[in-house]
């Protein structure tokens, strides 16, 4: 038997298979990590469909974050100027019990809520539903996915009928054109990006648009860059529409066949001639042509986009603009073609199967259809009515509903919204008004356990098995290979055994995490998200496996038969009432908080190659610390020069909410009006350089992301 374990990688929403194998198989030698803890040896799995054997820095050096700063015992305190006291966990957990009953009684079930991630394994999410929306009767679970992806969800059920990214990665190397847009998949999903760009080299016909207002390593590699001004996406999204309908490049027989809502469409862009819309993006008519050009003369087209788009007050709305190209030029539902959302995190995609938002159920079900809620109280054996039919609380509405009283008790896992919520300061100020916070996560110290009451250790990748689902619908089996540190607990067993205890003692019956898969698994029978046919067992033999995958196909798959779906909408029939696909006709609104006299630049936020969101992991890796040793401010030559700032000099940036210091790095990467700064580094990191001090709280009225992307400030040397 291979001393090599099969699993996923644990940090982004590629999804790339490891092998892990124990420290002692190393060059028979044990490497040990600064703290003097064996590292386990980490290596691509060159069987998995997604990867083939690809990983990135953050993949290859996981092993060495596992052991360093672990969450060992619960501990609490009353009040949090105290210091933390280690209690058991039957006292940890009664304390638990007490405090939902209490809210519960007391302000009702509503003021109970659970902020969750998308680190969490499937089962998690499922168990964690479960015992808010279904026994407890609070709608308020909402996942750090709100933050992430929430716009791709409301795009996609709003055009198609149903979540789901209908591509696969397979479509990476057989599309004539690839248009990126608000994605530096380079550094934030670089397997996909390695793939796509092998492609690219070795097709020199295909061609690559990459839209982003910097010049990242991704822009670097594209036939065609567009560095539009930040909140003009829309503008140049239907400012090809217009070209393309201009040139006849559309599709006439797809959209009278599978479409609808199109006049609507054509006429909202017949507004977005190429004069205005060069001018209102600030590039050449020229350029935006040539990717009219690319997009009408490709037989097949594939968009790729991520929090550029999504994290935005009109993401749902961008998202729908990029759907529509696809749908009046027919690029959808053939290989090569369609609109491919990127996940930011290892497992959003499994809690958007388990309903992991507060406006969703099980199954790609929604809170608000009463047929919706119906199947999952029957299912779960709850009385009709048990479920409430109002979308809970999302990530932003717990912290102003910290603010107004209406929280009662809040439960953070597996997530630091001490650093990855806009305006922190306002943030940090309603953390500290909570009645009783539990914070349950690996790792401890993190910014927001500051601002608990209770801690929880939690077993982490590794340390407990379960199922993560990559952008490509692909599910993956994440076995234990090793024992949670001390008393850490996997999540779904911390959540089940609150449950029992506080009564639902049949509905919590879980021997394993294999066993809450499989119910699970039935709740999405006959949904667009079908997996009937997949369980832990089917996934050990068979290897990963993408949805659909109803029970019917039990047997299919890449190690034993034919796949028969890899894309959705094969069939060109969608999820709507009526089959149809529906364009949707939406005006640029820009920014929520444009730039004006007093704070003059347009800050935009991201991510870098090596780091995974508040370094809660990375922090601890030497290798990726070296690479990325501090945070930074991008600024073009033009603006430094107008504000005499030089490289390297500490500059503050202020918005209407904060400030923080940053050390300037002088670039024409970046477009003038412009800077940029990475998101990674939190308090306990930086002193003064969080870039979430700076951005709002504005969100799309549709997925209720908020704009992480972009808000207004000013830049002062010191
Ligand atoms: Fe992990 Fe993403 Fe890197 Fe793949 S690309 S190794 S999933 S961080």
């Known amino acids: 038997m291979s001393e090599f374990t099969k699993t996923l990688c644990p940090y982004c929403g590629v999804g790339c298979g490891l092998e892990v194998s124990p420290p002692a198989q190393f060059n028979k030698a044990i490497n040990r990590d600064s703290q003097g803890n064996p590292i386990w040896r980490v290596r ?20 060495e974050s596992l052991d360093k700063n672990r969450l060992h015992y619960p501990m609490m305190r009353d009040s949090l100027d105290q210091e933390f006291r280690r209690i058991s966990w039957d006292e940890a957990f009664d304390l638990i019990t007490k405090r939902i009953q209490t809210v519960r009684f007391t302000q009702g079930p509503e003021a109970i809520c659970m902020y969750g991630s998308g680190q969490f394994q499937t089962e998690d ?25 929430s716009s791709a969800v409301a795009g996609y059920i709003q055009s198609f009928g149903s979540d789901g990214p209908p591509c696969c990665y397979e479509d990476l190397e057989l599309t004539d054109c690839a248009f990126l847009i608000g994605t530096n998949t380079a550094e934030c999903h670089p397997i996909v ?51 393309l309908m201009r040139w006849n490049y559309i599709d006439t027989g797809f959209i009278d066949d599978c479409t609808s809502n199109f006049s609507a469409y054509a006429e909202v862009i017949r507004h977005y001639p190429p004069e205005v819309v060069a001018r209102q993006c600030g590039i050449s008519i020229e350029d935006l042509e040539t990717a009219a050009r690319y997009w009408g003369q490709s037989q097949r087209v594939l968009s790729l986009w991520s929090m550029g788009v999504n994290q935005s007050s009109e993401g749902t709305a961008k998202v729908r603009t ?26 959003a995609m499994g809690g958007r199967e388990a309903g992991g938002l507060a406006h969703l159920l099980p199954g790609y079900r929604l809170v608000k259809n ?75 110290p993190t910014e927001t356990a500051a601002y608990a009451h209770l801690l929880l250790p939690a077993a982490q990748w590794g340390e407990k098995t379960g199922v993560m689902t990559n952008s490509e619908r692909r599910v993956t089996l994440c076995p234990a ?46 949904r667009p998200c079908d997996m009937t046919g997949i369980s832990h067992e089917q996934l050990k033999i068979q290897g990963p496996t993408q949805w659909p995958h109803p029970q019917e196909s039990r047997g299919a798959g890449e190690a034993g038969g ?81 504000l005499k700032i030089t490289d390297n000099q500490v500059v503050e940036v202020r918005s209407r909410r904060g400030k923080a210091f940053f050390p300037a790095k002088i670039t024409k990467a970046i477009v003038p009006g412009t800077v940029f700064v990475p998101m990674h580094w939190g308090a306990l990191w930086a002193n003064n350089a969080e870039a979430n001090a700076l951005t709002h709280s504005e969100s799309c009225p549709d997925s209720l992301q908020p704009e992480l ?10």
């Open 44 to 63: 691509g799995d060159k069987a998995h469909p997604s990867s083939q054997g690809m990983v990135c820095v953050k993949g290859a050096t996981i092993a």
């Open 193 to 243: 990006f390695n793939r796509l760009e092998k492609y690219h080299k070795k097709n020199r016909k295909v061609k690559m648009i990459v839209v982003d207002p910097r010049r990242t390593p991704t822009a670097e590699a594209a036939d065609l860059h567009l560095a539009i001004r930040p909140g003009t996406d829309i503008d140049l999204l239907n400012g090809i529409a217009h070209l």
């Open 370 to 444: 009463d047929q919706h809620r119906a199947e999952v109280e029957d299912f779960w054996g709850l009385k009709r009515g048990q479920i409430s039919p109002n979308p809970g609380l999302t990530a932003w509405d717990m912290i102003t509903g910290l603010e107004n009283g209406a929280v009662g008790l809040l439960w953070i896992a597996a997530t630091n919204p001490a650093v990855s919520m806009p305006d922190l300061e306002r943030t940090k100020k309603a953390l500290l008004r909570s009645p009783f916070t539990i914070y349950q996560d690996a790792y401890y």
């Open 481 to 526: 290979f090793r024992q949670p540190p001390r008393e850490a607990k996997a999540d779904w067993e911390i959540f089940a055994e609150v449950g029992r205890r506080l009564g639902f003692v049949k509905e919590f019956a879980f021997a394993n995490s294999g066993e809450v898969y499989a119910e699970f698994v039935q709740l999405t029978r006959n």
């Open 562 to 642: 034919e796949i028969k779906t890899k894309r959705l909408y094969t069939d060109l029939r969608f999820h709507t009432s009526d089959g149809r696909a529906r364009f949707g006709a939406y005006y640029s609104r820009g920014l929520a908080e444009p730039p004006d006299p007093d704070y003059p630049l347009v800050l935009t936020t991201g991510r870098l190659y090596g780091h995974w969101h508040t370094q809660t992991r990375t922090g601890r890796v030497e290798k990726i610390r070296s690479m990325h040793p501090q945070p930074f401010i991008e600024i073009h030559p033009r603006d430094a020069a107008v």
């Open 125 to 149: 999410y499922y168990i964690a539903q479960k015992l808010l929306k279904g026994c407890l009767g609070s709608n308020n679970f909402d996942a750090n996915s709100r933050l992430c992806m």
């Open 322 to 347: 990029i759907i529509n190209l696809h749908l009046m030029t027919g690029q959808i539902g053939k290989p090569g073609a369609g609109p491919f959302s990127l996940t930011g995190q290892p497992n």
């Open 709 to 718: 992307k972009a808000c207004a400030v000013q830049v002062l040397p010191i």
